[in-house]
């Protein structure tokens, strides 16, 4: 017995050795250099733009890649490899011009090949490219995509090494939007065929062209740098040497990495949000984003308008946002999110809002409810809210229920929070009563999100249905694309309809809240497409 | 003649100082001196004596009547009653003025009355304190231990059943049959649970009965393979063989035998089942498909608590204290228990 | 002996092959695609998705394909990490998962043995009560919990060890207690449990009537005899802790496969589950094999192939 325990002891001081030594080895980091710690909540899956999908290789190809344009504050367009782009009168041909001065980290330089390349990768069926409906408008894009025309008949054309053209089937008002977005960039040929199947699964197996190079990704690590590069084209600009990505999917640990001064950014839960909101760093982005109701119109009880709005109108979105979220999301004013499109300095939010749509009204929601169960003949309703299994999805469907319960008399709710997979599945077979569906938009225009509900469309999945809706969003694509002014009315007017006849219920716009350093400088942050670009980022003093 | 012992030891002791006694007051050399009792009596006795054990027990019952007998009271209507204006606000018991306990959270190093600073008007009290919805946590704590103990309960009756009976038939056919039933083991050990969780909420909602369904498939087969392994070794006891060799049906070796040896291995890994079950169930919660709300459990909130512990340290000490005070009752039970009825520790 | 194992050994081919095919079989019952953007995506490109992987044959020409594949030791590539195949992906991932996993198994047993052994000894007194209480304690907390209260307490207030992140020993300290109290508690008390049954039995009597010194009674005859029970827990236990524990990945932020192996069956990540599954099932099965020889060492009464009749 003392043999083993003083082989307990023994161990236990080499234990503390260990840690103390530990502790000694680790020196603060430096102070002033150029060098930020950021935290992600996810690993990065890929880095071949092709067939990225999520939010973190989205980040990482807009820091390491350039396009033809860079997208800048409020999704500025700036310039990127193109220096002039020539429109035909007819909207449908663009020509690039593209810079002699930037290479990619091969030496090779980067030319219009590689753009007419990278398209056609994307799009060929082979690739297996998740984002390739983007393409759509180009022309023959859709044809390519599904495999029904070769890659060569795409509408985009290397004139000479430096020049780009870009031939449309039909008017895209967004077009130099999409050009911004990860999925358009050029992609080396040359790197792609020496590493193929293992092409974009390391930082090795990679070629950049943009404003960083990304190192010490082994493809399925958790962290990894961002390192200046010194064949960027614009490189005088880039003020930052180097971005150290961490992932902890933790937020409290971030947290605390934070407060121990290991991270000079993280994202915060939204209980974290409720407790920091005020202190310094605090910083709230914005997404494009919607999360709205789909109700089920297959069913009679849904179909009853009154219903709808009744259930609709119970929902105190504001005190939702404040107290359950907390995390800087705002009420939604309609399907379309504020600060996405402006016209005239008018936001699309404003324009297409819809009051009665949206607020809460308890009162005039009691009464519409026992109207409709009247009109269905029944005198209560049960019915499944279904959601994702997020903590915040669990705490919304919570809400709701008690929202619904409380005040309208006959009403079950039962919730169904199941894994994301499980939940697409169940909405595309109609598997739901009410649905709580989310839309984030990848370039900044309303038709993004407007889409989604005309009447043969896969994503209204509630199988809501109106001629007028629908002809409006045809017109804003055909007949008026051309007219910016009239463009814009139908799109406006297509939301309130959609609104007032509450075919779907917005609730909230997403926003998640941060603590970043206060001497991080010159973070842009955009709220659709690609959300960071760190090109004019800098550590100020301290 | 007293006097004469004390005083000299080696004093001579003759035959005259003995006397017979008469014959009818001869002991009965084969009677049993204290009174006869069963088994259960007999376990039971020994369980009286051990004072742990009784406390426990006492904490146990209390716990099960409070939260099943809170049915009327905590049910779907009371926890789907949320008031977001109360969110997160720290314990506040009448009367008492303790750092902690009057409505006061500890706030970057200052303690704040969170009542107050939320504008929550005078004699609004919650002992426990509330979740981020505004919900009475002592509430939810209740409805919650009612959740585990059931999911507790359940793993429990599937260990006792499929498990002890698998473990024994398995160590004590040998064979073939041992063969086949320990590769079915190692089977369903190694289908992945969160699949067939998955799989059942096609079928089912997710809920309880997913979550049982996925107790009853995966839960008993450690309890099967301890109880082999101590069958295969008991087995070769010279009680077991000779038991055997009188002719006694397998079946009641088992029972008289087998089952009373095995008990502190059954009890102990019964004690085990239930944390791991009541842990499933939380995790279950963790990745999104366990109980669906306004229904909670102890694993819930304790998955909850954890996220918010720098800020709003009670919502995870609260829950956890109920479920250590659960846990450490049935232990102290489940020993007294075993040491009633294992019959090596009756002495 | 070398039948026996010859036997044993085909039978845990066996059992991997029905685990592979039930497994396949499950997953593919389960709802939804593979893709990440799904969402996004037309029925129309998701069919022509399906054709490109193959996901449109029948399902048991898919199980075909894959065996044929893991004939090859092709395990196929995974999707949640695109081109990524699912052998480098276990293999970067394992490690990690695989270290803390015997470290907290090694941390558990060796203070439980110690734990358990000083409680039988010392046992009805308060030492017996405290160690009895502080490994119910162990066990019913769960190791997320401690995970926070550790990372809190030790790592952010008193700044001793690092809060989170993989890069030295120092970083697997904090996470190896928090999985290892799990197996500490178990282990003590089956320790406890075990001996306390032998320290009453004739021949312990017999081996002090002999003389023999308490340390060389618990270490030569009552430990010997309490681990039979332990061993059946600890390989099923150590092949589970080490393919990963989610949670404690996840507050840690450890490069591990635990919480990969979670989000690759909620995403449908068809061949990193059924990658990770073998995985963890060829383990199970070999520790089961290992266990039921070092039985037969441990006690020569437990004959090897358990066949009397």
Redesign the interface.
Known sequence: MKLAKVAAAGSVAALCALMLGACGSKASDSASKQVLNWNESAELPTMDLSKATDVVSFDTLNNTMEGLYRLGKDSKIEPGIATKTKVSSDGLTYTFTLRKDDKWSNGDKVTAKDFVYSWRRTLDPKTNSQYAYLFEGIKNATDVMNGKKSTKEVGVKADGDYKLVVTLDKQIPYFKLLMGFPVFFPQNQKTVEKYGSKYGTASKYMCYDGPFNLTKWTGTNLSWSLKKSDNYWDKKSVKLDAINFKVNK???TA??LYQSGKLDATSL????A??LKGQSGYTVRQAASAFYFQYNQTKPEFQNKKIRQAISMVIDRK??VN??LGNGSIPAKGLVSSGLATRNGKDFADASYVKDGVTVNIAKAKKLWAEGLKEIGKDSLTFGLLS????I???T???I???I??NLKGAKV??????FK?RLNRTNQGQFGIVISAWGADFADPISFLDMFTSNNSYNAGKWKNAQYDNLIEASKSTDAGNAAKRWDDLVNAEKILIQEQGISPLYQQATAWMVKPKVKGVIYNSAGANYNFKNTYVSGN | MEENLKLDPEAKVSPEDFQALPKEEELDAEKIAAPSLTFTQDAWRRLKKNK?AVISLFVIIVMIVVAFGSTPFINH?TL???A??Y??LPAKIPGVDINGFNGKLK?GGVWVDQYKANNIPEGTYFVLGTD???HSLAQRIIYGTKVSLIVALVATFFDLTIGVSYGIVSGWK???V??VM??II??I????S???V??M??VF??GMTSIILAIAISSWT?MA??IR??T??LK?QEYVLAARTLGESPIKIAMKHLVPNLS??II?QT??TI?SAI?FE??LS????GI???ETSL?VL??DG???????PYQ?WYP?IV??V???SF??LG?GL?DAF?P??R? | MKKYLAKRVF?MA??LF??AT??FF??K???GTPYSNQEKMTPEQIQIMNQQYGLDKPVWMQYLMYLGGMLHGDMGTSFQFSNQPVSYLIATRIGASAQLGIQAMIFGVFFGIILGSIAAINRNTWVD?LV??LS??G????N??LA??LQ?YIALKLGILPIADWGGFSYTILPTIALGVGPLA?TA??IR?GM??VL??DYIELARAKGLSKFQIVYHHALRNSL??L???IG?YTVSLMTGS??IENIFSIPGIGEQ??KS??TNDYPT?MG??ML??AG??AV?LLTDII?GII?P??RL?????
């Open positions: 933790s937020n409290s947290y605390n839960s939204a209980e974290q409720k407790q005190e939702f107290k359950v994702d299994d997020t903590d999805a669990k705490k469907t919570e809400f229920q008690s929202a319960e409380s039962e919730c169904a929070n199941v894994p499980t | 742990g209507d789907v009653k949320s977001p204006k969110a997160n706030q981020y919805l505004g040998g064979g073939m041992d063969n320990q590769r190692e089977i050990s190694s289908i992945p969160l699949v067939i998955v799989l909420l096609l909602k997710p450690t393979r301890m392994a101590e295969l070794q070769s502190s291995i102990i004690m085990y944390p842990f939380a995790f963790f990745i999104g498909i669906s709300a306004p694993g304790l998955n954890q996220k918010n512990f720098q800020f709003l995870m956890a479920l250590c659960l846990m450490i232990n102290l020993d075993r294992d090596k520790t002495r | 039978y066996l059992t029905l685990v039930i497994t499950l997953m019952l389960m709802p009560t009895t209480v119910i304690i066990k019913s907390v769960p997320f919990v926070v209260l809190y178990e008390r089956f449990t306390v049954d009453n039995s039979i029970p061993i059946t827990l099923p989610m949670v192996f979670v069956i909620t589950i990770v599954t963890f099932s199970l099965v089961i039985y006690d009464r437990i192939a358990g066949n009397e009749d």
